[in-house]
């Protein structure tokens, strides 16, 4: 501990702080770009996914291969596709990009499967109920089906958000600027392991914890009660 | 012919045959009763002429026109005359009461907000719910809730009515305020076809009662022919049953 507090007027430098709070923004935004595209895409695929009747055939197949794929590989594994995926087709991207479109197909798959569940959960016979008074199969998803669903969905959804923060550390092995990486750089600075990763410690639990207050409100306002 | 025409129709789950060359006709302002044993085909019947279960043989003819069950226009047309009640109720859990009567109106066929809500709560004032419009479901009883089912059919102003043993979920002391409402239809010569057991009620409103047994129609009649004087030995036992149990 002596050694920390001696290391400490070193570390506190404007020039680390910047390059901590850049590190920070980035393991939010992957976050964050992560979850809302997984949110919408995974969103899609479910509804997808569960369309009955040959017509939806071929996207049903789609949205199965997608989900079931993603959701089964390794983070590191997927984040290795997206970049070797990329230079093979030759698209430039930042390694930032390629990261977080990684972490976009991970959420996507992860999310579509949670939303899937929350779909089936909801009775049989309220699909009966619309199909008879001509609901169409959309419109049934969106004003009978996932009204109900939400609080199938929800907990799960928050619970993987929030695990997901954790595996953004993973574009730290494409050389992305976020939290893990920070960690690293410091410590091949000088400072010591403790210090550095203590610091990107904190600064992982401080994300999480204001992610989780808001997840716990969301779920209070669709009116799931708070922990018992 | 008659606005209803069954001719020969069959239908499976999966490989098992449920219902196997069934034939009958409704005409209008009737009211046709289905009885038979449990597992005889009577909610299936109802689901295939729905388009919740495609049919595999025979025809539907509604109104002079033939249904195609798998044209979605035409299928979409058929359920635009028609609504069926369900045993569970099957409302939507989601919704108030009177929102489960105005959604069909209201957004399947677009019809202006103002007027479908006065139909609304007119048919929930009918149905005795006139203080229960912004409740949920979950808060009603099932004699309630049914009553609200009986509403939301009726909303989307069918021609035909299908009933599936709609008291039968419920409490014997809740069964007589749903059986007054289709009493009241009855009079008001709503054309239907109703599952049911309530031997009385039936001899009351309905005009034919049709016998089914392992998915066929083994015997049709008034309901004093069918249960009187039933032909069948089937029909014999199975209404002996019936009167015994009540
Ligand atoms: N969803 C289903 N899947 C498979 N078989 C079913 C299903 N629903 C009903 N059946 C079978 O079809 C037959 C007729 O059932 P049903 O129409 O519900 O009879 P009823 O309404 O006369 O009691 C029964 O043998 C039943 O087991
Ligand atoms: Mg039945």
Redesign the interface.
């Known amino acids: 501990m002596a050694g920390i507090w001696q290391e400490l007027p070193r570390f506190l430098t404007w020039y680390n702080g910047i390059f901590l709070l850049n590190a920070l923004l980035n393991t939010l935004l992957l976050s964050i770009i992560g979850c809302l595209a997984g949110g919408t895409i995974g969103l899609s695929l479910a509804i997808i996914r569960c369309a009955r009747g040959r017509a939806m055939a071929v996207p049903r197949a789609f949205a199965w291969a997608f989900t079931e794929f993603f959701r089964r590989l390794p983070p590191l594994v997927v984040l290795m596709l997206a970049f070797f995926g990329a230079s093979v087709a030759r698209v430039d991207l930042t390694l930032f990009q390629v990261a977080l479109i990684g972490l976009c197909l991970i959420a996507t798959a992860s999310l579509a499967e949670i939303v899937r569940g929350g779909i089936v959960s909801v009775?049989p016979?309220?699909w009966?109920?619309?199909?008879?008074?001509?609901?169409g199969y959309l419109?049934c998803v969106l004003?009978?089906i996932l009204?109900?669903a939400w609080r199938v969905i929800i907990p799960p959804a928050i619970s993987f958000m929030l695990l997901f923060i954790k595996d953004t550390a993973f574009a730290s092995q494409l050389g992305t600027l976020e939290l893990t990486y920070a960690g690293k750089v410091l410590t091949t600075k000088g400072f010591s392991a403790a210090l550095s990763y203590g610091t990107v410690l904190l600064l992982y639990f401080a994300l999480s914890y204001a992610l989780a207050g808001l997840g716990r409100r969301l779920e209070t306002s669709i009116g799931i009660p708070a922990d018992r | 012919m008659a606005f209803l025409q069954i001719a020969d129709l069959s239908a499976t789950y999966g490989r098992s045959p449920v219902l196997s060359g069934v034939s009958l006709a409704v005409e209008k302002g009737e009211v046709l009763s289905l009885i038979g044993p449990s597992g005889s085909g009577k909610s299936t019947l109802l689901r295939v002429l729905i388009g919740l279960l495609p049919p595999q043989a025979g025809s539907v003819t509604l109104a002079g026109q033939r249904v195609d069950y798998a044209v979605p226009a035409a299928l979409r047309a058929l359920r635009g005359r028609c609504a069926i009640v369900f045993q569970q109720y099957n409302l939507f859990q989601n919704m108030t009461v009177l929102n489960n009567v105005m959604v069909a109106p209201l957004k399947i066929k677009r019809r202006p907000r103002p007027e479908v809500e006065e139909e609304a709560r007119a048919l929930l004032g009918k149905v005795g719910l006139s203080a229960k419009l912004h409740a949920h479901p979950s808060e009603l009883s099932g004699g309630q809730q049914q009553r609200v089912a009986i509403a939301r059919a009726l909303a989307v102003k069918p021609e035909l009515l299908l009933l599936d043993e709609v008291t039968s979920a419920l409490d014997p002391e809740l069964v007589q305020e749903v059986l007054d409402i289709i009493r009241l239809l009855a009079q008001e010569h709503m054309t239907m076809i109703a599952v049911s057991h309530e031997m009385g009620f039936v001899r009351e409103i309905a005009t034919k009662v049709a016998l089914m047994s392992e998915g066929t129609v083994v015997e049709i009649g008034t309901p004093a022919e069918i249960f009187d004087a039933p032909r069948s030995e089937r029909a014999r036992a199975f209404i002996s049953k019936i009167i015994r149990a009540h």
């Open positions: 009775h016979n309220q009966d109920s619309a199909a008879a008074l001509n609901f419109r004003t009978v009204p109900q």
